[in-house]
Nanobody, 122 residues
Framework: QVQLVESGGGLVQAGGSLRLSCAAS????????MGWFRQAPGKEREIVAA????????YYADFVKGRFTSSRDNAENTVYLQMNSLEPEDTAVYYC???????????????WGQGTQVTVSS
C-alpha cells in the first residue's frame, strides 16, 4: 500500500508556471506507475499525465502536450508535474495516483492523494 500527498498548488496568472509534487510513503515506490489527474468544477476527472516506474516513459493528454512535464525521483519517493504556460482552463483540483506495475496506465489507478487546488487567473 502507498499513501500519496500532493503539494505545490496555488493561484497563478495565465502564462505562469507551477510545479506540483507528490510524495509517496511506503516501500517499493519504484514499482509503481504514477498518474496525474485533474477535476474541474462540474466536470469529470480526467487524466493529465502518467509516468512509468523508471521515468523512461510518459503519457500526456493532448491538452497539456508541450506545456506540462512529469518526472520522478525514486530515491526521494516523489513524482513531479511541471506546469508551464498555464491557462484559465487548467483551473482544477489536481490529484496524483499510483498503480503497481511496470506499464503506463491511463486508468485503473488504485491509490490516490487528497488533491491540490490549482487556480489560473486571466
Amino acid at each position: 500500500q502507498v499513501q500519496l500527498v500532493e503539494s505545490g498548488g496555488g493561484l497563478v496568472q495565465a502564462g505562469g508556471s507551477l510545479r506540483l509534487s507528490c510524495a509517496a510513503s511506503g516501500r517499493a515506490f519504484s514499482t509503481y506507475a504514477m498518474g496525474w489527474f485533474r477535476q474541474a468544477p462540474g466536470k469529470e476527472r480526467e487524466i493529465v499525465a502518467a509516468i512509468n516506474w523508471s521515468g523512461g516513459s510518459t503519457y500526456y493528454a493532448d491538452f497539456v502536450k508541450g506545456r506540462f512535464t512529469s518526472s520522478r525521483d525514486n530515491a526521494e519517493n516523489t513524482v513531479y508535474l511541471q506546469m508551464n504556460s498555464l491557462e484559465p482552463e487548467d483551473t482544477a483540483v489536481y490529484y496524483c495516483a499510483a498503480q503497481r506495475g511496470f506499464g503506463l496506465p491511463t486508468e485503473g489507478y488504485v491509490y490516490w492523494g487528497q488533491g491540490t487546488q490549482v487556480t489560473v487567473s486571466s
